[in-house]
Structures are given as structure tokens and as C-alpha cells.
């Protein structure tokens, strides 16, 4: 599932200074736990922020089996989403560090400039066949401190029943897809709907027109970042888009597309469960639209990485370090792709899983241009989503133009 900020910059910022310190003076973080700092290891800790049942057992049984794998019984908990960051910190800082830790892919450069996790390449892990953005997901400062066994991204759902009858081909291009939401839209229903609230969700949903478009996070206030928020902007005042859009969350524009409220709609494959549940509704998925023919569709990388931190216990960690490597292999990456509906890194994996799941294949197209949120910007990541996201509210309510939205979105990102 797409992942959004789960701590504020400043709260980081506030903690970081101590765990860098705290990691500093100690050397390493962590207890010894099963086995200790010596001899045997025979139990492993694992943390994740899987707390839905049904996913906290199915990563369960992957955990299991892997630890099975390498010798060790993996002990797996699991955290609300907003307490991952907060509690990882503080487990630093008293160092008492799980042994194996998933964190949401924005949030590995934070955590690793604390000194907290460990390079991969000590553990001999391969990397090979992963995409570029992938494997930068899981990098900071030229080191990959983690690997994600299967990502995701968004793409452009549509209702094949309303697009037959309206006479509207899937749009490939900004001005098809204003033509065809503008013919879908009627009392009632809406051609197009998105993700456009106040939160890192709605700097999600929007990227994919950004960067396509030639824009760029690094400075926002471009002609080609105008552009991009102009064709949403321009989507709600026809009245192709609702201005409710400003608050929607994904699983808001997911039951409007369900409910028939929406011709089309802009969303991840892990709702892809859920609309097979939804009887007569007959849908398709396809990349998003770029602004003209030729150019190449960047799309934002979701998913979680594995980790390995920084612990007392060397042994622990190579234990921990073979139950990564043991999730990142073919076989688990397919299963926990078919399983969640989610893409494998690897990408010959991924062209394997397309032809077997071909709902799954405008995603698989996708990722391999997908970019990871802090390839960029690093650490500085929040503060541009966050520009990015007012300016879509100023921008979307008639506050601001485009243009002026995004000027104020780039002193945001700047901090001037």
C-alpha cells in the first residue's frame, strides 16, 4: 500500500540528534536477546507495522518460513503504522533495536542517517535485478540499507461498461483524459476522481503528472510543474472532477468508483481485492496519461523494505540479514505479489507475474520507471510533499493559481 509520512520532520529532527549521539557512544544498539552476544542463535525479533490481522498472519507465515530456512524461530510483532517511526527511534536511542525491521520505504533515510541500520553488502545480500528506483528506495549515501520483496504503484482504473457506452477510449494522453472525463461526466457521476487532501497521499497521487511532465521536486515553481496542476485544476472547474477530491482519501475515491460515482479513478493495486468483491462492475486498469505522446510515464514507488539494524549481536544479525535474503528470493517475491496484489522487485519476476495476473500488468509496466520518493531530495523529502500538497489545495480551491500555489509550495520545500 502507498506509504505516507508516519512522523513529523520536526519530531525527527528533535530525535535524531539523540540517537546519533546515543549510537555514537555505544558503538551498536540492541540486547543480545536468544543467544546472546555469543554462541547459538536460536530466536530472532522481527517488527513491521502489519497490524490487520489478515496481513499480520500472512507476513507471519513468511517470516516463519524463512527463519525455518536459516535455523531461527522469528518472533513477530507488529505496530499501528503512525508508532513505527516514533518507536524505532526510541529503540535506538535504548538500544533495543529488533533484529529484523520493515520500515516504509520513504522513511529508510532517516532512519539509516541515525546510524541505526546496517549496510547490506556486509551480509553479501545481491541486489541484482532489481530496478534502479527500487534499489534506491532502500539507499542512503550510496549504501543499500534495504530490499522490498514486491512494491507498488498507481495507475488509471476505469469502468469499461461507462466507457463503452459513452463511445470513450482508455485516455492515453492530458487532453484525451479531459475529453473523456468532460463526456463521462452526468448528474451524479463524475468522469475522473482522485486523492487530492492535505496529506502526503495527495503529493502521491499527484506525482505521476509531475514528474512525467518533465517536473521535478528539487524546484517546484516550473513551468512544467504548473502544467501538471493545471490539468486537475482545469478537471475540477468543468466539472469533471469533484471538489471533493480536496479531501478524499484513496479508499474514498475507491467507494465513489465502486458506487458508480466515478467513470474513472486513480488508485493502487491493492484495491484490486476488493473491486473483484464488486459484482457487475466491470473495470480495467491502464497506465496514467502524460501530457503528450512520447513522453515516459514516472510513476512514485510504494512498498516496504526489510532491514537489518544495528544490534549487539553480529551473529543475530547474520541470522537476520538470511531471512531478508530468504524474502527477497523469486519464489517469495511471486507468492507475496499473488498474495497482495502487489508487484515483485525483481523484474524478471514481475514479467513472469504479468502474464500469470494481467490486471497486474499496467503496475508491472509501471514500476520499472517508477522513482522512489526520497531519490531526490533524501532526508528533505517531507518538506517538498508537504509544498506539494498545500499547493494542490490552494491551487484546487481557487486560492491561488497554479503557478502561485507552486511558488509558495517551493519557499515550503526551501524553508525560506
Known amino acids: 500500500m502507498v506509504s505516507v509520512a508516519r512522523s513529523s520532520a520536526r519530531r525527527f529532527t528533535a530525535l535524531l540528534g539523540t540517537v546519533a549521539l546515543t549510537l555514537t557512544a555505544a558503538g ?4 543480545t ?19 490487520d490481522t489478515t496481513e499480520h498472519a500472512q507476513w507471519g507465515e513468511r517470516l516463519t518460513a524463512c527463519g525455518k530456512a536459516a535455523g531461527v524461530t522469528v518472533e513477530h510483532s507488529s505496530v499501528p503504522g503512525a508508532s513505527l517511526v516514533p518507536k524505532v527511534l526510541q529503540q535506538a536511542s535504548s538500544r533495543t533495536l529488533p533484529d529484523l525491521l520493515m520500515l516504509d520505504n520513504p522513511d529508510v533515510q532517516q532512519i539509516a542517517q541515525t546510524g541505526a541500520l546496517t549496510p547490506l553488502d556486509r551480509y553479501g545480500i545481491d541486489s541484482g535485478g ?17 530490499l522490498a520483496p514486491t512494491v507498488s504503484t498507481i495507475a488509471l482504473f476505469y469502468n469499461k461498461d461507462m466507457l463503452s457506452k459513452a463511445g470513450v477510449a482508455v485516455p492515453r494522453t492530458w487532453d484525451e483524459l479531459k475529453a473523456a472525463a468532460a463526456r463521462l461526466s452526468r448528474p451524479g457521476r463524475y468522469g475522473m476522481a482522485v486523492d487530492a487532501n492535505a496529506t502526503f497521499e495527495g503529493t502521491w497521487q499527484f506525482l505521476p503528472f509531475l514528474w512525467s511532465n518533465g517536473g521535478d521536486e528539487k524546484r517546484l515553481d516550473t513551468p512544467q510543474a504548473a502544467q501538471a496542476l493545471q490539468l486537475w485544476v482545469d478537471l475540477v472547474k468543468s466539472g469533471s472532477m469533484s471538489k471533493s477530491v480536496l479531501n478524499w482519501t484513496q479508499a474514498d475515491v475507491h467507494d465513489q468508483f465502486v458506487a458508480g460515482k466515478a467513470a474513472m479513478m486513480l488508485n493502487g493495486p491493492w484495491r484490486i481485492s476488493e473491486l473483484n468483491k464488486a459484482k457487475d462492475l466491470h473495470w480495467g486498469v491502464a497506465p496514467i496519461p502524460v501530457r503528450e505522446k512520447g513522453q515516459t510515464l514516472v510513476t512514485p514507488l510504494g512498498g516496504e523494505v526489510w532491514t537489518v539494524p544495528q544490534t549487539a549481536s553480529r551473529a543475530r544479525q547474520q541470522k537476520a540479514a538470511q531471512v531478508l535474503a530468504c524474502l527477497n528470493d523469486s519464489t517469495h517475491m511471486l507468492a507475496l505479489a499473488k498474495q497482495n496484489f502487489t508487484v515483485p522487485s525483481r523484474s524478471a519476476v514481475a514479467d513472469r507475474y504479468a502474464e500469470q495476473v494481467p490486471s497486474m500488468a499496467a503496475f508491472v509496466d509501471s514500476v520499472e520507471k517508477a522513482r522512489a520518493r526520497t531519490g531526490e531530495l533524501g532526508v528533505k523529502w517531507p518538506k517538498a510533499a508537504t509544498g506539494i500538497y498545500t499547493a494542490i ?12 500555489a507552486l511558488r509558495h509550495a517551493q519557499q515550503i520545500a526551501t524553508g525560506s
Open 393 to 404: 489545495q490552494a491551487a484546487l480551491t481557487g486560492e491561488q493559481t497554479p503557478k502561485e
Open 33 to 51: 536477546g536468544a543467544g546472546g552476544a555469543t554462541g547459538k542463535v536460536t530466536s530472532i525479533t522481527a517488527l513491521d507495522y502489519y497490524t
Open 130 to 146: 532489481f530496478t534502479k528506483g527500487i534499489v534506491s528506495a532502500g539507499t542512503y549515501q550510496g549504501k543499500v540499507y534495504g
Open 28 to 31: 551498536c544498539g540492541g540486547g
